[in-house]
């Protein structure tokens, strides 16, 4: 190329340039200084400009059209910047078109323009190179030819020689021109370099230029390789596997896939099976030697197998059945719940005379945070056996219990199988929790497959629909946990032995807390007792007034942010004392004011608000009932998410008190001339039951008589038409929730007297009961008590005033 550069330049000494040239307007091309370009001529009047040009002096103007898809450029699509060349060669092709091999000279910028037909002719002046010998030209000439001759070692489509070439050229313009001219550029970036006549700014823009390319074409070399290691890498795995096949074939063991065949025959042998599962198992394992390793059947046939290998078909643990130990456990790990300690104990003593564990499910029944789990997990550690655990709660497909058929894509056994192959053994504490959490939908009814579950006389071959096959569920301890029974289908409630587990007193919750609760807490925040010391007056004043719940899960959080907060004052050295002290006042001021405070004395301020005691799956709880009323004609109103049971309670407590106006000193016409309304808060709570027919038939004769229900008092307890109090249930966790309110008094059947026995003593303590049989007895209990303490606080600041003007100086 340099010679026929040198023998242009030659044949170029004579050829002059006039200022008036025809101009060919380029698409999508740019013609550099000092380079030779092809041109193919297509238009009518581009064709009669060559035509004209070699026939004169060979000279011509060539500039770039802005945008290509112009048919026939004007003027003012051209840029003003273009390039004198001379025409070396002109070849006409058959079609008409010609081709042309052109050589830039100089840089040109339009002037004037002189013609448009046939062809455009301008009137052009020379763009000389604006250049200075500085060291900075130096410096990016020579990066220039670096970077240059590094793409060309990358780019497959620029010739090896135009290294030499770019090395040789000493001229930074020219310099320039090879670049721009051999690379492939967006039309407007060598437009843009063609106008640059500052040669170092040129340089600049070139350097840019190659880095970008540079950075590309590194990029796409590395692509290309990783693409070629990677089929490489293919290539040679397929051979070496060729070759393993044949070593293989050579030493007679077969291939991979009849190995796994004879791995898992091997494993089935071992397992001591069942005769009817091992018949199956060898059936589905002649199959999967006979299907081909790429067929669909051939990977759920492997694994069902899996899944039957998998299952503790033998495996058990052996039983502790040492009473003693077994209390011991029982003692270290929950405090108190003795009636339900010995519940468990007797039924290992059953068990251990028997010499089998099997028999009746067992089945805990209370509120969260009671104990209910970890019971289960005492009673496994006892017996020496290992505990799994299974929640259902939320649970509405049967094939959760059951498993899928494996017609279905994705099938797997059932939550029953599936735990018993985690636990590996055939003979768990398998604990159920929240069994009374199930639904059920158009997918089947769960509940309805546990009764083959926690059947013993069933559950010796229970059959799961992934496996198809018997399993035997009698050696598992089946323990199940509920907050209610009420939502527990009755069929499976007759299945399971019911132990009560109720909410705990404050003095329960007390030694529970220093055993076990604060212990935990502290290390978990990395403190002792040496370090940190809650006074016990402040873990009395954290249970009464920062929780209220029947079990201690708040408790415990409660305490948690005690002892982050001490953790803080001992990491940030806030405290000199070896032992911190919580005392009520540092405990006041790290939880803030209480936040539960006797709410009972500001409701029943005013007539017409009673408080009952309800029972829900969360434990006892306080319930108010309101009642006021507004000029009518006798019409009851009830609100506050009532079910069908409590709203009739409602209605024969209204009726019971307008049959018995006269006993009440009531006027008869008031029910004629006022309309009820009775609204039990919270409003967003849907409420249900019996037990608070003697609170609504007191708060409305509090509203009629205008006296207000003692603050101290409440109550439960149906009531009925002729006025008489019948038992109810959950007496205990009623009466807890009213020693957790701070009430004295509580009104209950005389029928429920007998259930008394069963609270705890620091209860009886704290308490009055008032048992009742008819409906004035409760009325005489709760509104003479009010009126009596009434008169009391009427006769203290009688009191009190006369003795302050005993002492009051006389007036001046």
């Given amino acids: 190329m340099s010679e026929t550069l040198v023998d242009v330049e030659e044949r170029q000494e004579d050829i002059t340039f006039p200022a008036t040239l025809p101009v060919l307007p380029l698409?999508?091309?740019?013609?550099?200084?000092?380079?030779?370009?092809?041109?193919?001529?297509?238009?009518?009047?581009?064709?009669?400009?060559?035509?004209?040009?070699?026939?004169?002096?060979?000279?011509?103007?060539?500039v770039t059209v802005k945008?290509?898809?112009?048919?026939?450029?004007?003027?003012?699509?051209?840029?003003?910047?273009?390039?004198?060349?001379?025409?070396?060669?002109?070849?006409?092709?058959?079609?008409?078109?010609?081709?042309?091999?052109?050589?830039?000279?100089?840089?040109?910028?339009?002037?004037?323009?002189?013609?448009?037909?046939?062809?455009?002719?301008?009137?052009?002046?020379?763009?000389?190179?604006?250049?200075?010998?500085?060291?900075?030209?130096?410096?990016?000439t020579r990066n220039v030819q670096n970077l240059f001759a590094r793409v060309i070692g990358l780019v497959p489509y620029l010739p090896e020689e135009l290294q030499v070439a770019a090395a040789n050229v000493d001229d930074p313009s020219a310099l320039c021109n090879l670049v721009a001219s051999t690379l492939r550029l967006k039309t407007a970036e060598k437009q843009q370099l063609l106008e640059l006549a500052d040669v170092e700014a040129r340089l600049r823009e070139v350097s840019a230029i190659l880095n970008r390319e540079l950075e590309v074409f590194e990029l796409g070399s590395k692509i290309q390789s990783q693409v070629q290691e990677e089929m490489e890498k293919g290539q040679r795995e397929f051979f070496l596997r060729q070759q393993?096949?044949?070593?293989?074939?050579?030493?007679?063991?077969?291939?991979?896939?009849?190995?796994?065949?004879?791995?898992?025959?091997?494993?089935?042998?071992?397992?001591?099976?069942?005769?009817?599962?091992?018949?199956?198992?060898?059936?589905?394992?002649?199959?999967?030697?006979?299907?081909?390793?790429?067929?669909?059947?051939?990977?759920?046939?492997?694994?069902?197998?899996?899944?039957?290998?998998?299952?503790?078909?033998?495996?058990?643990?052996?039983?502790?059945?040492?009473l003693p130990h077994a209390r011991r456990i029982l003692d270290e790990d929950h405090f108190d719940l003795e009636k339900v300690k010995d519940r468990i104990l007797e039924h290992l003593a059953v068990s251990k005379l028997k010499n089998d564990l099997s028999g009746p499910i067992l089945c805990f029944v209370g509120p969260p945070g009671v104990g209910k789990t970890s019971l289960g997990q005492s009673i496994g550690r006892a017996l020496g056996r290992?505990?799994?655990?299974?929640?259902?709660?939320?649970?509405?497909?049967?094939?959760?219990?059951?498993?899928?058929?494996?017609?279905?894509?994705?099938?797997?056994?059932?939550?029953?199988?599936?735990?018993?192959?985690?636990?590996?053994?055939?003979?768990?504490?398998?604990?159920?929790?929240?069994?009374?959490?199930?639904?059920?939908?158009?997918?089947?009814?769960?509940?309805?497959?546990?009764?083959?579950?926690?059947?013993?006389?069933?559950?010796?071959?229970?059959?799961?629909?992934?496996?198809?096959?018997?399993?035997?569920?009698?050696?598992?301890?089946?323990?199940?946990?509920?907050?209610?029974?009420?939502?527990?289908?009755?069929?499976?409630?007759?299945?399971?032995?019911?132990?009560?587990?109720?909410?705990?007193?404050?003095?329960?919750?007390?030694?529970?807390?220093?055993?076990?609760?604060?212990?935990?807490?502290?290390?978990?925040?990395?403190?002792?007792?040496e370090r940190v010391k809650i006074t016990d007056n402040a873990l009395r004043r954290i249970i009464r007034e920062y929780t209220r719940e029947a079990g201690v899960r708040n408790l415990e959080r409660r305490l948690a942010d005690v002892l982050r907060k001490a953790a803080r004052q001992i990491a940030e050295g806030k405290t000199r004392a070896k032992q911190l002290?919580?005392?009520?006042?540092?405990?006041?001021?790290?939880?803030?004011?209480?936040?539960?405070?006797?709410?009972?004395?500001?409701?029943?301020?005013?007539?017409?608000?009673?408080?009952?005691?309800?029972?829900?799956?969360?434990?006892?709880?306080?319930?108010?009932?309101?009642?006021?009323?507004?000029?009518?004609?006798?019409?009851?109103?009830?609100?506050?998410?009532?079910?069908?049971?409590?709203?009739?309670?409602?209605?024969?407590?209204?009726?019971?008190?307008?049959?018995?106006?006269?006993?009440?000193?009531?006027?008869?016409n008031w029910f004629q001339e006022q309309d009820v309304h009775l609204h039990v808060p919270a409003g967003a709570v849907p409420k249900d039951g019996p037990s608070a027919g003697i609170t609504m038939a007191t708060a409305i004769a509090s509203l009629v008589l205008d006296r207000p229900v003692a603050d101290d008092v409440g109550m439960t307890g149906e009531i009925t038409l002729t006025g008489q109090v019948l038992p109810i249930g959950g007496l205990r966790e009623k009466v807890l929730a009213a020693q957790r309110a701070g009430l004295k008094r509580v009104i209950l059947p005389k029928?429920?007297?007998?259930?008394?026995?069963?609270?705890?003593?620091?209860?009886?303590?704290?308490?009055?009961?008032?048992?009742?049989?008819?409906?004035?007895?409760?009325?005489?209990?709760?509104?003479?008590?009010?009126?009596?303490?009434?008169?009391?606080?009427?006769?203290?600041?009688?009191?009190?005033?006369?003795?302050q003007a005993r002492v009051s100086p006389p007036n001046s």
């Fill in 244 to 322: 393993l096949k044949a070593i293989q074939e050579e030493l007679g063991e077969g291939d991979a896939d009849q190995a796994e065949i004879n791995e898992l025959r091997s494993r089935l042998a071992e397992l001591n099976l069942p005769e009817d599962v091992r018949k199956a198992a060898e059936r589905e394992l002649g199959r999967l030697e006979r299907l081909p390793s790429a067929a669909a059947e051939y990977g759920v046939i492997r694994t069902y197998l899996d899944w039957l290998v998998s299952l503790p078909w033998n495996q058990t643990t052996e039983d502790n059945l040492d």
């Fill in 386 to 529: 290992k505990f799994a655990r299974l929640s259902v709660g939320g649970v509405r497909d049967e094939a959760e219990i059951r498993g899928h058929r494996r017609t279905y894509i994705g099938a797997m056994p059932g939550t029953i199988i599936r735990t018993l192959r985690d636990a590996e053994s055939m003979n768990p504490v398998m604990l159920i929790d929240e069994i009374d959490k199930m639904g059920s939908d158009f997918r089947g009814d769960p509940a309805s497959a546990m009764l083959e579950v926690l059947d013993p006389e069933q559950n010796k071959s229970f059959r799961d629909h992934y496996l198809d096959l018997p399993f035997d569920l009698s050696k598992v301890l089946f323990i199940c946990t509920a907050n209610t029974l009420d939502t527990v289908p009755s069929a499976l409630l007759d299945r399971m032995d019911v132990i009560q587990l109720s909410g705990y007193t404050e003095d329960e919750k007390f030694g529970i807390a220093k055993r076990y609760l604060l212990p935990k807490q502290l290390e978990a925040h990395g403190l002792d007792e």
């Fill in 751 to 803: 029928d429920n007297e007998p259930d008394l026995e069963e609270l705890p003593a620091e209860t009886k303590r704290e308490l009055e009961f008032v048992p009742v049989d008819s409906i004035t007895q409760v009325l005489d209990a709760a509104l003479e008590g009010a009126v009596r303490k009434q008169e009391r606080q009427i006769n203290l600041k009688v009191a009190s005033s006369r003795s």
């Fill in 67 to 140: 945008t290509p898809e112009t048919e026939q450029p004007e003027w003012d699509d051209l840029y003003e910047v273009g390039t004198a060349a001379v025409i070396h060669k002109m070849i006409k092709v058959p079609d008409g078109t010609l081709r042309i091999l052109v050589q830039g000279v100089k840089r040109i910028k339009l002037e004037r323009q002189v013609q448009h037909d046939p062809y455009l002719v301008g009137e052009f002046v020379e763009l000389p190179d604006e250049l200075t010998d500085t060291p900075e030209v130096e410096a990016l």
């Fill in 581 to 668: 002290r919580v005392d009520d006042r540092r405990l006041r001021a790290w939880l803030g004011p209480r936040r539960f405070e006797g709410e009972v004395r500001k409701r029943t301020s005013d007539p017409g608000v009673a408080t009952g005691l309800a029972f829900t799956a969360v434990g006892g709880d306080v319930l108010f009932i309101e009642a006021t009323a507004y000029p009518g004609k006798g019409r009851l109103t009830i609100t506050g998410q009532l079910g069908d049971v409590m709203q009739e309670s409602a209605q024969t407590a209204l009726s019971w008190v307008r049959a018995h106006a006269d006993e009440l000193g009531i006027d008869p």
């Fill in 27 to 62: 698409k999508d091309t740019v013609v550099f200084p000092e380079s030779v370009t092809p041109l193919a001529i297509g238009q009518e009047r581009s064709i009669k400009l060559v035509e004209d040009v070699v026939s004169g002096d060979r000279v011509l103007a060539l």
